[in-house]
Each structure stands twice: as structure tokens, then as C-alpha cells.
């Protein structure tokens, strides 16, 4: 699923309009991944409905992007926000736990009970962890802080804006 701004530059230049610079605002980076992710959703929505399995891939932003544009032949304009592999499930895995609403949703501005919201993840934290060691047969002991922790020390590596420029989205402001 990509952000993809070359449709609309194509048929505006064949049409004589001027085109804003709208890939170089954070604004329609932004944009283009809301779509792009909406889009999944869609398709993970309709799979499940078919009685399809589905896995969501956002690592494919980071493997190695430019490969992937190569590869995909993606013009100017576009570029890849995430995957989705669909498929017949073999099994039918324990649903990964998720926090609870009062870590989700919040009401009118944002939860103000620090303290109290610091002890619900921590919980999460430990149920994320159990889930780990039983659904890996004790292999792995991440719990969810970590997991996220780790996520964002490789991320520091990515050079994602790099790759932006590269198709076309020169992020100014």
C-alpha cells in the first residue's frame, strides 16, 4: 500500500494545471499514509469477511526502500507505507492482547492520572510478556516496552527522509 501522489500530478499536468507542492509539507506525508493505511484496514476488513488470515507489514518502509521502489518501479510521487500478506490460516493463533479502553480512549483531552495510567501499562506490560513466553514456548521474555524500545533504537538507523526526497517528497515544513 503506498502514498501515492503521482496519479493526481499526471492528470493535473495533462489537464495544464499547476500542482502545489504538496508532497513537501508534513501535511501530505501525512495524508498519503492515512490513506495508504485506511486502505489495509479495507482489505484486512474484506479478507477477514472471506475467511482469510491477514498480517500487516510496516517493516517494508525500512528494509531497504529504494530497493523496494526499484523493484516495484514506483515513480515520483510514490512510495511504499506498508504491506499486507493475505492468506489461509493453518491455526488460528491466540489473539495478541491489546490495552484495555482506559489506555485507549479518553474523554474530552487527554488522561491526566499519569501515576494511574503508568501502573495500567505496566500490567499491560506483564500480560504482554506471559503472552510472549507462552506463545513462543518460552523463547522470547519481550514485553511490550521493550519490544517498543527496541523498535526505536533500530529506527534511529532508517534514513527514511533520504528516501522521501529520493521519490519526490521534499518535506520543508
Not at 501515492?4 to 495524508?31: C, H, Q, W
Not at 489461509?88 to 491489546?98: G, H, N, S, Y
Request: charged letters at 25%; glycine letters at 6%.
Amino acid at each position: 500500500f503506498c502514498s501515492d501522489y503521482n496519479k493526481i500530478t499526471r492528470l493535473a499536468e495533462r489537464k495544464g494545471f499547476n500542482v502545489p507542492e504538496f508532497t513537501n509539507t508534513m501535511d501530505g506525508v501525512t495524508v498519503g499514509i492515512i490513506d495508504a493505511s485506511l486502505a489495509m484496514m479495507s482489505a484486512v476488513v474484506a479478507a477477514q469477511a472471506a475467511g482469510l488470515g491477514s498480517n500487516c507489514i510496516g517493516y517494508l518502509r525500512t528494509v531497504d526502500p529504494a530497493r523496494l521502489a526499484e523493484m516495484l518501479k514506483l515513480p515520483k510521487g510514490v512510495f511504499v507505507v506498508c504491506g499486507l500478506a493475505l492468506g489461509v490460516p493453518r491455526e488460528q493463533p491466540d489473539l495478541k492482547p491489546k490495552q484495555s479502553e482506559s489506555l485507549m480512549f479518553h474523554k474530552n483531552c487527554y488522561r491526566q492520572d499519569t501515576e494511574k495510567m503508568v501502573d495500567e501499562l505496566e500490567a499491560y506490560d506483564n500480560i504482554v510478556k506471559e503472552y510472549n513466553q507462552t506463545r513462543s514456548g518460552g523463547t522470547t521474555t519481550n514485553d511490550w516496552c521493550d519490544h517498543i524500545l527496541d523498535y526505536y533504537r533500530h529506527a534511529m538507523e532508517y534514513r527514511i527522509l533520504d528516501y522521501l526526497k529520493a521519490q519526490g517528497y521534499d518535506v520543508k515544513h
